[in-house]
C-alpha cells in the first residue's frame, strides 16, 4: 500500500496544561504499509474524507442521534459533551476503521488493541499497555451511537473472550462524510470479483451475508487457535485436560454445545452440519495436543 499520510483534523483548541496530562494529544493513525499491494480506491477515498475533508467527532450526528449502552444496550442520558481529547481520538480511530474496513463484509480487520497502537493512543505503566483511551472513544461514542458494532463473544472451550468482532453500520459512513450509495456499489463490485473466484475454484457464490458469516466463523477459529497454540496458560490447561478426560463422545458433546453459543440460529443453518462437524473435530483435536503437551509460560509476543 502507498503510503499515505492522513492527518487528523486539528482545528480543536488544546486546553491550557493538557500536555500534562494526555500522553500524545495529537494521535494519528499510521497506516500499515504492504510493499506491492494498493488499497480499494473507495478505501482510499474513505480514508481522506475521514482525514481532510470532514471531522468526525464534530458531525451533528453526535447531538441528535439516541446512545446506547454497549454491553446492557440501555438508552442512555442526553449528555454528549466530548472533551477535544476524545474528539481527536475519535477521529483518527475513524481513519483508521476506514482503512481497516472490509468492504464486502463490514467488517474491520484490526482488534482494538491494533486500532489503539495505530492511532498512537495506547499507553504503558510498568511494561503494561493500556488501551483504555481507544477503548472509550470506540465503546462510549462509536458505538454508543451506533456507527459502529461489536460481537463481544465469550469462547466456553477456552474459558476465555474472543477478541470482539468489529462491524461498521451505514452511520459511520454518514460520520466521516462518505456516501453510502457509493460503499453499496463498491461493495456489489468487490462481491462479483469474490464470487467469481469462487466459481472458478468450482465452488458456490455466496451473498453478502453469508461473507459476513465467514468472516465470523474464521475470526472465531483464528482466536481459539492462538489460544490453543500459544496462549497455553493454566486455566486453558485445565478446561483442556477436563474435556479430554471426559468420554470422546461426551467431550465432542460439550464442544457441540460451546459452538452452538458462538452463533445465531441463522449462522448455524448457513453453516450446515459438514462444516460444524469439522470445527468440532478441530477443535476436540487442539484440545487434545493442547493437554498432552509439556506447560510453556504465556506466549506475550
Given at each position: 500500500m502507498a503510503d499515505h499520510n492522513f492527518p487528523v483534523n486539528d482545528a480543536l483548541p488544546l486546553l491550557a496544561g493538557s500536555r500534562d496530562?494526555?500522553?500524545?494529544?495529537?494521535?494519528?493513525?499510521?497506516p500499515r504499509i504492504d510493499k506491492g499491494t494498493s488499497r480499494p480506491p473507495r478505501i482510499v477515498e474513505a480514508m481522506r474524507l475521514a482525514a481532510q475533508s470532514n471531522n468526525p467527532s464534530r458531525h451533528p450526528l453526535w447531538r441528535t442521534a439516541d446512545r446506547f449502552h454497549a454491553i446492557t444496550h440501555r438508552l442512555l442520558g442526553t449528555d454528549r459533551a466530548m472533551n477535544e481529547h476524545r474528539a481527536r481520538?475519535?477521529?483518527a480511530i475513524c481513519v483508521c476503521i476506514a482503512d481497516r474496513v472490509n468492504i464486502v463484509e463490514g467488517k474491520v480487520y484490526m482488534t482494538l488493541a491494533q486500532i489503539s497502537d495505530a492511532c498512537g493512543l495506547t499507553t504503558w505503566s510498568n511494561g503494561v499497555p493500556s488501551y483504555s483511551r481507544a477503548c472509550r472513544a470506540i465503546n462510549e461514542h462509536l458505538?454508543?451511537?451506533?456507527?459502529?458494532?461489536c460481537d463481544r463473544i465469550w469462547d466456553e472451550t477456552t474459558g476465555s473472550w474472543i477478541p470482539n468482532l468489529i462491524w461498521v453500520t451505514e452511520l459511520f459512513?454518514?460520520?466521516i462524510g462518505f456516501e453510502y450509495g457509493k460503499y453499496l456499489a463498491a461493495q456489489q463490485q468487490q462481491l462479483a470479483w469474490r464470487n467469481k473466484k469462487l466459481l472458478k475454484d468450482g465452488e458456490t457464490a455466496i451473498t453478502v451475508t453469508e461473507a459476513r458469516r465467514r468472516a465470523k466463523e474464521r475470526h472465531i477459529k483464528t482466536a481459539f487457535?492462538?489460544?490453543?497454540?500459544?496462549?497455553a496458560w493454566k486455566v486453558q490447561m485445565k478446561r483442556?485436560?477436563?474435556?479430554?478426560?471426559m468420554d470422546e463422545q461426551q467431550a465432542r458433546q460439550k464442544i457441540l454445545g460451546d459452538l452452538v453459543k458462538l452463533y445465531d440460529k441463522g449462522e448455524?443453518?448457513?453453516?450446515?452440519?459438514?462444516?460444524l462437524k469439522r470445527q468440532i473435530d478441530e477443535r476436540y483435536h487442539a484440545m487434545r495436543k493442547l493437554a498432552?503437551?509439556?506447560?510453556?509460560?504465556?506466549?506475550?509476543?
Open positions: 496530562y494526555i500522553k500524545n494529544p495529537h494521535p494519528q493513525y499510521q481520538a475519535i477521529n458505538e454508543a451511537i451506533g456507527a459502529i458494532h459512513f454518514t460520520l487457535e492462538i489460544r490453543a497454540r500459544k496462549h483442556a485436560k477436563k474435556l479430554v478426560s448455524l443453518v448457513a453453516m450446515g452440519h459438514s462444516e498432552t503437551s509439556p506447560y510453556q509460560a504465556p506466549d506475550t509476543a
